[in-house]
């Protein structure tokens, strides 16, 4: 019914945009047909098209779109948004597969950049090589001149060149630092050319160019671009630094900071708890800067801070309750790395917590995930009970006895559900050092959920797909898109497409603290995706084989804004 107005009708004003003709997920087996914008948000929803009719203008944007989907916006719980921009603007490895594919790209790579005085990039995989681990000469042989310094794809290690290990002083008689790995040639003893976690970022740190300012502002405006054209429409970046955060302030103060982004701040693992006062001032002047569009909720807010609790299983720095087998059927005797002693840990997550920080914890091994549980416990008993939204990303092995402990303290598991799927680096350099036992313990959503915990969902991108159509899918039968034949991973862990979705739309938003987002519904902020195909349709969404990420994004709308139109 049409609200009446004294003398007359009241007329709803004109919409800026309609959508029609596809099905809109209101929620679980809720549907409708038309939606309508006005000033940034959900005006209006109908199950056709004469439900709005009477809010088209003669500057509407009208959109049929027959046998699409409409979804609330994507929102990416765990992203490295400059870092995976800044990659598509160097040297990127990412989409080049093998040793000597590596090589001919780098080597094109500094013949096009004869001026950079270093060869900077990274996304190369660990299976490739023996043991993991690439070597010196190999660099050498394509830039003998020049230093190349080049991360992996999931930004646990590095590739020098010989030049690149001179220039940071590291040789044979160089110790490994005590968080991370220098690995060298068993009978020499010499450096490699593989630089492990801490042992690689104390070389970019001191030694690499950083970028400058303009430099991280146009890598973040390049991974905006390419995450709205998925989909997505907000996200939390997982690892935001002193530099990355005047990026994104600066962006955001001109308004060109289109997504809803909550900044993770990183918490540097060679200190202890006097950083928490720079994290608290960098906290306030992130808050303070508005955005243009801030009414809307978009913007830059950095109120989550980063903790690395562990490395990852495939150089055996995650952090495992038992040793790590030698792939021979016995055990050796290495547990893996914890960055924070559990001690430090728990007197760490409880200040931020009490200071009004979410936690955002690394958590790859059993063990890790079990002390970031414990910290967050430790907080509850001292501090009460909160609206932290505090979460572990990751969690590729948890002991049963832990997953139950996820609902009980109120944490969301962050999922990186691309990773649950077989893949050669996971058969060959993680589940032989894990051993039966464990490896049939590894992302275990179904089980999480099950036990009634909250479920996020993030890419982790550069370190693998951005494209939540392709995590979605693989949520959803644990197989690879680009292998549907091939032997689920873990199918017992499978989830539904109801359930998966909302971990990326819903859950993820609950994590961001952002009320608005995560949903469709008159009044709430217009976040919202038209995807070509109904992948909920009957017949399309069939048991465990949907092929979900044969869908295209159509339009990506951020705070009520068209942000990426697939026809221009």
């Not at 996971?426 to 050092?433: Q, S």
């Not at 499978?494 to 909302?502: C, E, G, V």
Request: aromatic share 8%; glycine share 10%.
């Amino acid at each position: 019914m049409r609200p009446a107005a004294l003398g007359g009708c009241m007329r709803r004003p004109a919409a800026d945009l309609v959508l029609t003709g596809a099905r809109v997920r209101l929620g679980r087996r809720r549907w409708a047909r038309t939606l309508a914008v006005s000033g940034g948000r959900i005006s209006a929803v109908g199950n056709d098209l004469s439900s709005v009719r009477d809010v088209i203008g003669p500057h509407t944007r009208v959109i049929e779109s027959p046998g699409g989907l409409i979804v609330p916006g994507f929102q990416d719980s765990h992203v490295h948004a400059p870092f995976a921009g800044l990659d598509r603007r160097r040297l990127s490895l990412h989409d080049v597969k093998g040793r000597s594919a590596y090589l001919e790209a780098i080597a094109a790579y500094a013949h096009e950049h004869g001026s950079n005085a270093w060869i900077v990039g990274g996304g190369w995989a660990a299976e490739y090589f023996t043991n993991g681990c690439p070597r010196k000469e190999d660099l050498d042989s394509v830039v003998p001149d020049r230093p190349v310094f080049l991360f992996n794809g999931d930004l646990h290690g590095a590739w020098l060149n010989s030049r690149a290990l001179e220039v940071a002083g590291i040789t044979k008689n160089t110790p490994d630092p005590v968080d991370g790995r220098i690995e060298r040639d068993p009978i020499t003893g010499d450096p490699l050319g593989t630089l492990q976690e801490g042992a690689a970022y104390r070389v970019n740190d001191r030694f690499v160019p950083q970028p400058a300012q303009e430099e991280w502002e146009a890598a973040i405006l390049e991974a905006q671009h390419y995450l709205h054209s998925l989909g997505v429409t907000g996200w939390q970046d997982a690892w935001v630094t002193s530099a990355t955060q005047t990026a994104y302030e600066s962006l955001a103060r001109q308004g060109r900071l289109t997504a809803r982004v909550v900044g993770a701040l990183w918490w540097d693992r060679n200190r202890e708890m006097e950083q928490i006062p720079e994290l608290l001032e960098r906290r306030e002047r992130g808050l303070a800067v508005v955005s243009p569009a801030a009414h809307l909720g978009s913007g830059f807010l950095p109120t989550s801070v980063k903790i690395m609790t562990d490395g990852v299983l495939e150089n055996f720095t995650g952090a495992l309750l038992e040793p790590y087998c030698d792939g021979c059927g016995g055990h050796s005797d290495q547990r893996g790395v914890t960055y924070l002693d559990r001690d430090l840990l728990a007197a760490a997550v409880t200040e931020l917590d009490a200071k009004g920080f979410q936690v955002h914890f690394h958590a790859i091994g059993d063990r890790a995930v079990r002390e970031s549980l414990d910290a967050v416990s430790r907080a509850r008993s001292l501090n009460g009970d909160n609206d932290r939204r505090h979460h572990i990303a990751h969690v590729q092995v948890v002991q049963p006895e832990d997953v139950v402990r996820f609902g009980d303290l109120g944490v969301v598991a962050n999922c990186q559900t691309f990773w649950a799927q077989s893949a050669s680096e996971r058969d060959d350099l993680t589940i032989p050092f894990l051993g039966a036992d464990r490896a049939r313990l590894q992302f275990p959503f179904a089980a999480l959920l099950a036990s009634g915990t909250r479920l996020a969902m993030g890419s982790d991108w550069a370190v693998t797909t951005a494209d939540p159509l392709e995590q979605l899918e693989v949520a959803v039968t644990r197989t690879s898109p680009q292998d549907r034949d091939h032997p689920p991973f873990l199918p017992e862990q499978r989830i539904s497409l109801d359930d998966a979705l909302d971990a990326f739309t819903a859950g993820s938003a609950y994590v961001n603290h952002d009320d608005q987002g995560g949903r469709i519904s008159v009044g709430s902020r217009a976040d919202l995706v038209l995807l070509d195909t109904d992948i909920f349709a009957p017949g399309f969404a069939t048991g465990h084989t949907a092929p979900i990420s044969d869908a295209r994004v159509q339009l990506t709308v951020a705070g009520g804004s068209v942000v990426y139109d697939a026809e221009s």
